[in-house]
Antibody, heavy 121, light 106 residues
Framework: EVQLVESGGGLVQPGGSLRLSCAAS????????MNWVRQAPGKGLEWVSY????????YYADSVKGRFTISRDNAKNSLYLQMNSLRAEDTAVYYC??????????????WGQGTTVTVSS | SYELTQPPSVSVSPGQTASITCSGD??????ACWYQQKPGQSPVVVIY???KRPSGIPERFSGSNSGNTATLTISGTQAMDEADYYC?????????FGGGTKLTVL
C-alpha cells in the first residue's frame, strides 16, 4: 500500500523549533518529488516547500523562507521539515504530499494524514 | 506573487451540474489541478493536467482551463461530493493554491 505517515508535531513556544518527518512506503520514494503543505485551523491549503526527487532543487513559500528547511533521505524513504523561529501563524496541520512532476501539472497524488503543530506560549 | 481566486461557496441540487471556477492571470498557460477535501480528511486530487482524472475518480468529475479561468465541473452531483475544493497551479518556482470553494449539495 502506498502510504505517507507524518510525525513530529506538537506544542511549541514561539521562537522554538520542531522537526517534522514523513515516512514513505509502498512506492519508489527516490522517484518522486515531495512537498509540505499546511492548513491552519478552519483555513485553506497553503504550500510550504518543495524538494526534487534527488534533493538538488528546493523551493520555499515566502512565509517560511529562512526559517524552515526541507530535506530528504532517499535511503531511508523519509522526508523532513526543520522548522525554526516558529510563530503563532505557523500553527497548522502539516501534510507531506508526493508528486511526479510539479512543473507539468501531475498534481500531488498521495497525501499523509497530517501532523498538528501548535505554536503557543 | 501569483494568486488563484475561487468563489467561497457553490450550492447545487442533487443530480445537477456544479461548476467551480478558479481565476488567475494567464492561468490557461499553466497546468491546473483540483483537490477535494472532506472534513477531517486529507486532500485528494480529482483533476490533474487541467482535465485528466486519476484512477478511481468518477467520470462525473471533469476539468477545463483556458484564458484566465480553470473550471471544475461535477455532473450529476451526489451528496458524497459535498466537500471543499481547491485549485492549484505552479508559477515561478511556487506552488499556488486557490482559497478553496465549499460545495454544498442541497
Amino acid at each position: 500500500e502506498v502510504q505517507l505517515v507524518e510525525s513530529g508535531g506538537g506544542l511549541v513556544q514561539p521562537g522554538g523549533s520542531l522537526r517534522l518527518s514523513c515516512a514513505a512506503s509502498g512506492f519508489t520514494f527516490s522517484s518522486y518529488e515531495m512537498n509540505w503543505v499546511r492548513q491552519a485551523p478552519g483555513k485553506g491549503l497553503e504550500w510550504v516547500s518543495y524538494i526534487s526527487s534527488s534533493g538538488n532543487t528546493i523551493y520555499y513559500a515566502d512565509s517560511v523562507k529562512g526559517r524552515f528547511t526541507i530535506s530528504r533521505d532517499n535511503a531511508k524513504n523519509s522526508l523532513y521539515l526543520q522548522m525554526n523561529s516558529l510563530r503563532a501563524e505557523d500553527t497548522a496541520v502539516y501534510y507531506c504530499a508526493r508528486d511526479l512532476d510539479i512543473l507539468t501539472g501531475y498534481g500531488m497524488d498521495v497525501w499523509g494524514q497530517g501532523t498538528t503543530v501548535t505554536v503557543s506560549s | 506573487s501569483y494568486e488563484l481566486t475561487q468563489p467561497p461557496s457553490v450550492s447545487v441540487s442533487p443530480g445537477q451540474t456544479a461548476s467551480i471556477t478558479c481565476s488567475g492571470d494567464k492561468l490557461g498557460d499553466k497546468y491546473a489541478c483540483w483537490y477535494q477535501q472532506k472534513p477531517g480528511q486529507s486532500p485528494v486530487v480529482v483533476i490533474y493536467q487541467d482535465r485528466k482524472r486519476p484512477s478511481g475518480i468518477p467520470e462525473r468529475f471533469s476539468g477545463s482551463n483556458s484564458g484566465n479561468t480553470a473550471t471544475l465541473t461535477i455532473s450529476g452531483t451526489q451528496a458524497m461530493d459535498e466537500a471543499d475544493y481547491y485549485c492549484q497551479a505552479w508559477d515561478s518556482s511556487t506552488v499556488v493554491f486557490g482559497g478553496g470553494t465549499k460545495l454544498t449539495v442541497l
